[in-house]
């Protein structure tokens, strides 16, 4: 079979399609005492708060940290390492690390407490400790989405709800699927099925889907991402280009707006969405063959709704 690398026109009329769609970067010249500012959040500690209304999709900075250091457990190997770090500050930056918030009091030593509480993920083996972006709270429903970029050693913040003047920033510690029974049984039933059930898999995928949606509407996040690039390998191994194709379009579009066009996990769903055949599994059967120019234009929202997800 002859592999497609034709893009997918996506109409907003079909659903789902873009969820905010990407709108740029607030401007790189604009200081970050511009866009947010530092409160006290009683029973919270310090949090970020908007200065200015910040569309969905918007960068609203970009971050480097005071130091970065891997991923370690052992924990007098984790005080060594921090002290080392702390020592190559500025007096005036160790005054901030020592500042932030410790979750830990009375059960570590008071640095290693601070990092445990403050760090973020630069790349799954590197953590960092950030000025601000270590101050952003937890919230179970976000309005932004912190990414790390490993090669730039840098942190990235996007809005993927709209924030107005006044909102607290926010975001989700871990991802949306965690604390939801719902969400975890169906990523695990997903996870079993995607090789050998693919119907049933496909009807997974929509329920959880809509249960993200149901939960988080637009601010669904990176999760909503792996759903849609989850059903387009499904429909990708089936030979079917047609869905597999507007699943990448979405996939691809709900991660710009959690990371923007050039993170490296955004630019591999580009790769995927311009060229199906790097999904796994490709082409495994021709059960449902079909093309990527076959995607019906005529559809109403809801009957392209149930063409996307339902093989007749």
Not at 227 to 253: G, H, P
Not at 275 to 298: I, R
Request: contains cysteine; glycine residues 8%; negative net charge.
């Amino acid at each position: 079979m002859a592999p497609t690398t034709r893009r997918t026109a996506m109409k907003d009329t079909r659903g789902e399609g873009r969820f905010g769609a990407k709108q740029g970067a607030i401007s790189s010249n604009q200081p970050i005492s511009t866009i947010f500012e530092v409160r006290t959040v009683p029973g919270r500690g310090r949090g970020l708060f908007a200065l200015i209304d910040i569309p969905q999709g918007k960068r609203i900075a970009t971050e480097a940290p005071f130091f970065t250091l891997p991923n370690i457990d052992e924990l007098n190997v984790l005080k060594v390492s921090i002290l080392q770090r702390l020592q190559a500050l500025s007096s005036e930056q160790q005054q901030q690390v020592h500042a932030l918030h410790n979750n830990f009091v009375g059960q570590e030593p008071a640095l290693v407490g601070i990092v445990r509480t403050n760090v973020l993920g630069i790349s799954p083996q590197i953590d960092a400790v950030f000025p601000t972006f270590s101050l952003i709270n937890h919230s179970c429903v976000p309005n932004a989405h912190y990414s790390g970029v490993e090669n730039q050693r840098r942190g990235n913040l996007y809005a993927i709800g709209e924030i107005k003047a006044g909102d607290e920033i926010t975001i989700n510690y871990g991802d949306h699927t965690r604390g939801h029974n719902g969400f975890q049984f169906l990523q695990a039933q997903i996870i079993q099925r995607v090789e050998i059930q693919h119907e049933a898999c496909l009807e997974d995928l929509r329920e959880m889907k809509d249960l993200l949606l149901d939960v988080y509407n637009n601010c669904a996040g990176t999760s909503l991402a792996w759903v849609y690039f989850t059903a387009s390998q499904v429909a990708a191994s089936q030979s079917d280009l047609a869905r597999a194709s507007v699943f990448a379009e979405r996939a691809y579009w709900v991660r710009v707006v959690c990371e923007g066009e050039h993170h490296p996990y955004v630019e591999s769903y580009k790769s995927v969405r311009d060229n199906l055949q790097l999904h796994m599994g490709y082409g495994s059967t021709d059960f449902e063959e079909t093309t990527a120019d076959m995607v019906p234009m005529n559809l109403g929202l809801e009957d392209f709704e149930d063409w996307l997800w339902t093989w007749a």
